[in-house]
């Protein structure tokens, strides 16, 4: 069989295609030779690379981490998961209904009242006026109409936005549009994506659990075994796993080695290192056989099944055969994580949780962060489903898991204004299909464009900042909105019966204009933070 290279769009259904270590998988399809561990968080939300054997479907956009493979090319083009995704991105987008704004609202009533108003003086002053009646009846008109100018109500709420705007990117809050801005402070449920938002999105080592005694004074000492004394340490057992896992490219064992980088600590040198896949590494580190991976026992160590419900990936150390430590690597949650679900609940927004990872590790997750509502294993269409229901006042869990169609589902009491806060390609659509999308600054390019608000510093603080932004500039809009309306219904009559000039009434039409501008220049001293 002769290998070629090929441009991504000449591909067709059927072909056999070789990915190698490091590359990104071009298409959809399926396994037919060979193993691998690959990354598909962007796609599916799962944070640690998926084993992949043969019969396996791969998706393609999706990264390999390690070992080569040849898969057969099922889905191509428009049908790949990766342009489904697109697909829904583009119609969330098309089928969100522009927000009609209150000045717009009033202006369309106030402008024809006051042309009216302004006739309706002409002609009284020409009918009743004393002399030269057509003069008095033409500046009293003009002044009720330079009065009444929708200037005031017309800057109202540019000016606030504009300012908005700029307080949020002084905070790392960059608003793509004055929408998502003035919709922010109506949101009542949050939906958080887990990987990369509410997690670094990177595994890491978490527990180092020592087992066993006397095996590292054994190597370093070349005694044997059963005449040391001396228990390994933290930094030992690091330090023989990541000896080991420096030969090797899966994701769990560079998570082990940069743990080591972390301490500082010398990694030794290994001999015979041989990769077993699906099943871990081994090596000799002076005449000892170590091994580094999955459990050599039929059932799980106590320990290691512990960390398991914790949801979190168990690397098992053993020398000669002999366990001798535990090593616990997820996840991690972001240090601001715990901090802004606190808040947001404490301001009776509710949040929840949505993730394609599995419910172990989602439920782990989720109880340390104070979230009650958690759904896992989700895939990218059913995220943007789990919006539009709950947006049309229907229940979050029950049409995900049951498969109910829509228009069978319980109506509930509230429509829920919907804010979701994503970062890969397969949170894109929920974030199109939200009232408010937020996209994480470190996020795709895809899930960016989709989202109205993206948060360059990677604080999910910034998300109740954006909310407090949101309310403060909504206050101001309709504190300008009113000042303004009130001029003009003050004023209108007073130009009516003729006690201003279209002078004294240019002057206080820009008066108003200018407190609208000075009120909009207050939001700045705003405290969002």
Not at 248 to 277: D, M, N, Q, Y
């Amino acid at each position: 069989m002769k290998e070629i290279k090929l441009p991504i769009d000449q591909i067709k259904v059927g072909d056999l295609i070789r990915v190698r270590p490091g590359e990104k998988i071009p298409v959809d399809g399926i396994i037919v030779e060979g193993e691998s561990a690959i990354d598909e968080s962007m796609v599916t939300g799962e944070s640690m690379p998926t084993t992949k054997h043969i019969g396996d479907t791969v998706i393609g956009a999706t990264m390999n981490k390690s070992g080569s493979f040849v898969y057969k090319a099922t889905k191509v083009g428009k049908d790949t998961m990766l342009s489904q995704i697109i697909k829904l991105v583009e119609e969330a987008q098309g089928s969100k209904a522009p927000i009609q704004r209150l000045a717009d609202i009033i202006s369309s009533y106030f402008v024809p009242i006051v042309i009216m108003l302004a006739i309706a003086t002409f002609v009284g002053w020409y009918v009743f006026g004393p002399s030269n009646v057509i003069i008095f009846a033409m500046l009293n008109a003009i002044a009720v109409l330079i009065i009444a100018c929708p200037c005031a109500m017309g800057l109202a709420t540019p000016t606030a936005i504009m300012v908005g705007t700029g307080i949020g990117a002084q905070h790392g809050i960059l608003i793509k549009d004055a929408e998502s801005l003035e919709t922010a402070h109506k949101v009542n449920t949050i939906i958080f994506d887990k990987t990369g938002t509410l997690t670094k999105g990177q595994p890491e080592v978490t527990d180092i659990i020592v087992m066993g005694y006397g095996l590292l004074g054994s190597l370093e000492k070349s005694k044997p075994s059963n005449q040391v004394t001396k228990q390994l340490t933290n930094n030992e057992l690091l330090q023989v796993a990541a000896s080991v896992e420096k030969y090797s490219e899966h994701p769990l064992g560079e998570a082990i080695v940069k743990k080591a980088k972390e301490k500082k600590l010398t990694l030794s040198g290994v001999s015979g290192f041989k990769s077993i896949t699906g099943r871990g590494v081994e090596g000799k580190i002076k005449g000892k056989q170590i091994y580094v991976g999955r459990s050599l026992s039929p059932e799980l160590h106590p320990r290691g099944g512990e960390l398991n419900k914790e949801g979190k990936t168990v690397v098992y150390v053993y020398i000669n055969k002999k366990l001798v430590g535990i090593i616990g690597i997820a996840d991690t949650i972001k240090e601001s994580a715990k901090e802004a679900i606190t808040t947001l609940n404490r301001m009776g927004i509710e949040t929840v949780m949505i993730t394609g990872d599995n419910e172990t590790t989602a439920k782990a997750i989720s109880k340390k962060l104070g979230i009650k509502i958690v759904l896992a294993e989700v895939m990218p269409q059913d995220k943007e489903r789990a919006v539009k229901n709950l947006q049309l006042g229907y229940g979050l869990l029950g049409s995900l898991e049951k498969n109910t169609p829509t228009n069978q589902l319980t109506k509930q009491p509230k429509n829920h204004v919907v804010a979701f806060v994503g970062d890969g390609i397969n949170d894109a659509p929920a974030l199109a299909a939200a009232n408010v999308g937020i996209a994480m600054g470190s996020g795709t390019d895809v899930a960016i464009e989709a989202a109205g608000i993206t948060l360059v510093n990677k604080s999910l603080l910034s998300v109740v900042s954006a909310i407090k932004l949101s309310k403060q500039t909504m206050k101001t809009i309709k504190l300008n909105l009113f000042w303004a309306f009130a001029y003009n219904v003050v004023l209108i009559p007073v130009a009516m019966i003729g006690l201003i000039s279209p002078i004294l009434a240019s002057g206080a039409m820009a008066m108003s204009s200018i407190s609208v501008v000075t009120n909009s220049l207050f939001l700045k001293k705003a405290k969002i933070n």
